[in-house]
């Protein structure tokens, strides 16, 4: 005994084929921002090491401006040809014109 199989009406092939493509659509969608997530835990631990690095960088530095600093005092300033300063002039600034302010300066 043979039994036929009715033919599948078109309203449900359609509706198959739009379901399936919303799942691949979802399934692409989940992809990119996977991998964007990934790319940004990847930059993320490189930004971090770079920072390790140029504080450890910070640090050396520091620590030779402070010896550098350290060495200075008069008699080497001297040997550079400094001189300690004896006439000491200061100088004031005339005002500009007048404003609404309380002391009519501007």
Same mark, same amino acid.
């Given at each position: 005994m043979k039994t036929k199989v009715a033919p599948t009406p078109y309203k449900y092939l359609f509706a198959f084929w739009l379901c399936l493509a919303a799942i691949l659509g979802m399934f692409l969608t989940y992809s990119y921002f996977l991998n964007h997530a990934v790319?940004?835990?990847? @930059?993320?631990?490189?930004?971090?090491? #770079?920072k390790i690095a140029l504080n450890a960088n910070i640090g050396e530095l520091d620590s030779r401006y402070i010896v550098k600093k350290n060495k200075i005092d #008069?008699?080497?300033?001297?040997? =550079?040809? &400094?001189?300690?300063?004896?006439?000491?002039? &200061?100088?004031? #600034?005339? @005002? =500009?014109?007048?404003a609404l302010t309380l002391n009519n300066e501007i």
């Amino acid at each position: 005994m043979k039994t036929k199989v009715a033919p599948t009406p078109y309203k449900y092939l359609f509706a198959f084929w739009l379901c399936l493509a919303a799942i691949l659509g979802m399934f692409l969608t989940y992809s990119y921002f996977l991998n964007h997530a990934v790319l940004n835990a990847v @930059s993320l631990e490189k930004a971090e090491a #770079r920072k390790i690095a140029l504080n450890a960088n910070i640090g050396e530095l520091d620590s030779r401006y402070i010896v550098k600093k350290n060495k200075i005092d #008069r008699e080497y300033a001297s040997k =550079l040809g &400094f001189k300690e300063a004896t006439d000491t002039k &200061f100088i004031s #600034r005339k @005002s =500009l014109g007048k404003a609404l302010t309380l002391n009519n300066e501007i």
